[in-house]
């Protein structure tokens, strides 16, 4: 396991150890270089023998009690960067963002068919593909240069990441 001080990277390192899939853990440190263009390096090399392999980057987000806000929010860096690395992996590999959630409130545990705790917390994992996201997703921020997907759509793409793995 990569040493990572983001406990939603983590906990999702843990999961992928538990249903047993084969993975590579990124060096997330350093941007990669590819040709004249810098790419920000994604979090795991998923291999699947089922779909396709993954490119994925996880997202961290706090529910804050209640009924889950869904915030999705990327920067846009994030969504060229997949995109990108799956044209420079090629064939067999698409990217996926990863939405972990912690659940903080067991009565948001409604919401969520599948968790999954680690440490003392509980989270739930959600997929979506780079490409579709990339496809609906809106400004968020010009200035800070976020993106992310309006809630209808967001319900419409997301799965749940043993859907996907």
Same mark, same amino acid.
């Given at each position: 396991m990569a040493k990572r001080c983001n406990h939603y990277d983590v906990a999702f390192e843990k999961l992928l150890r538990l249903v047993r899939r084969p993975y590579v853990s990124v060096n997330e440190t350093r941007r990669?270089?590819?040709?004249?263009? %810098? =790419?920000?390096?994604?979090?795991? &090399?998923?291999?699947?023998?089922?779909? @396709?392999?993954l490119l994925?980057?996880?997202?961290?987000?706090?529910?804050?009690?209640?009924?889950?806000?869904?915030?999705?929010?990327?920067?846009?860096?994030?969504?060229? %960067? =997949?995109?990108?690395?799956?044209? &420079?992996?090629?064939?067999?590999?698409? @990217?996926?963002?990863?939405?972990?959630?912690?659940?903080?409130?067991?009565?948001?545990?409604d919401y969520h068919p599948v968790t999954w705790e680690f440490q003392r917390r509980r989270y739930a994992f959600y997929?979506?593909?780079?490409?579709?996201?990339?496809?609906?997703?809106?400004?968020?921020s010009p200035s800070w240069k976020t993106v992310f997907l309006g809630a209808n759509h967001f319900h419409e793409l997301r799965q749940p990441i043993l859907e996907m793995l």
């Open positions: 990669a270089l590819h040709g004249n263009e %810098s =790419l920000k390096s994604m979090d795991f &090399v998923v291999y699947s023998q089922t779909t @396709s392999n994925i980057d996880v997202k961290g987000r706090r529910s804050f009690g209640g009924r889950p806000s869904w915030q999705n929010w990327a920067m846009q860096d994030d969504i060229d %960067s =997949l995109l990108k690395w799956e044209d &420079v992996f090629g064939d067999g590999f698409r @990217s996926v963002l990863v939405f972990a959630y912690e659940v903080l409130e067991p009565k948001e545990m997929g979506v593909w780079t490409q579709e996201y990339a496809r609906k997703m809106k400004l968020r």
